[in-house]
């Protein structure tokens, strides 16, 4: 009762079975996650056993690499056997993960969740830890507390940002019949990330630091989309 009247307590929604049933379908796709990138360790990991390499200038599972991938032989046949089924592996994951994304995407529309993630389509515990005393203030690395999903998928997204701001063709699709003040809203995501990143390197920081700065900032964004 004393928290109640302090205004300590805040008010928790109990989801409905419809959202618990689209949870559970993100929580498939997040641990497929997990195991395609197992699947694909393994399949480098034996690659460089054998000290076989790819020489193309694109990044590793791009089509170009995959097509590599294909051509690849080795002189004994087991080796050539655990090859092909770590390649199956990773092909049969690729095929789980594309049926649970288009599931999700099947039911999103008809999901509590369904207007803010129209928001955030258009385009936590992010917070330095803290050590002081006195007068003396000093942060540290993130705390990372929070949701460590929430917070890889802001990493992940803040990367982008490193690429001058446009609308590509898949974006310009999601944001078709959009609210204008929501796209307006991304765009400015977009130039300010991008100055920070431009501004931080300029100085010399470090990469993984800029794009630290760069979630809080897009924590922040999505916030102001989600509840606008």
């Known amino acids: 009762m004393r928290l109640l009247i302090a205004g300590e307590l805040h008010r928790v929604a109990v989801p409905t079975i419809e959202a618990e049933s689209l949870r559970d379908l993100v929580r498939a796709r997040e641990d497929l996650r997990g195991d395609l990138m197992s699947a694909r360790h393994r399949v480098a990991k034996l690659l460089l056993r054998h000290d076989v390499r790819f020489e193309g200038s694109e990044r590793n599972w791009t089509q170009p690499h995959l097509r590599w991938l294909s051509t690849v032989r080795f002189e004994h046949p087991g080796t050539q056997a655990a090859f092909d089924d770590y390649r199956g592996a990773v092909d049969a994951l690729v095929i789980r993960r594309g ?5 999700i995407a099947e039911q999103l529309p008809l999901s509590p969740f ?3 993630a ?3 389509v258009c385009y936590l515990g992010v917070v330095p830890s803290e050590h002081s005393s006195g007068t003396r203030r000093r942060q540290g690395s993130i705390t990372k507390s929070g949701s460590q999903h929430a917070r890889r998928l802001l990493v992940e997204a803040a990367w982008h ?3 001058p701001p446009r609308v590509c063709e898949p974006v310009r699709r999601r944001q078709a019949g959009a609210d204008p003040a929501i796209v307006a809203l991304s765009w400015k995501t977009q130039r300010r990330l991008h100055r920070v990143w431009t501004r931080m390197e300029q100085r010399g920081k470090r990469r993984t630091i800029i794009a630290v700065a760069a979630v809080r900032e897009l924590a922040g964004f999505c ?4 509840t606008a």
């Open 118 to 120: 129209q928001r955030l």
């Open 161 to 163: 940002y490193r690429q």
């Open 114 to 116: 369904a207007q803010t």
């Open 223 to 226: 916030w102001a989309i989600s």
């Open 99 to 103: 049926e649970l994304e288009r599931q």
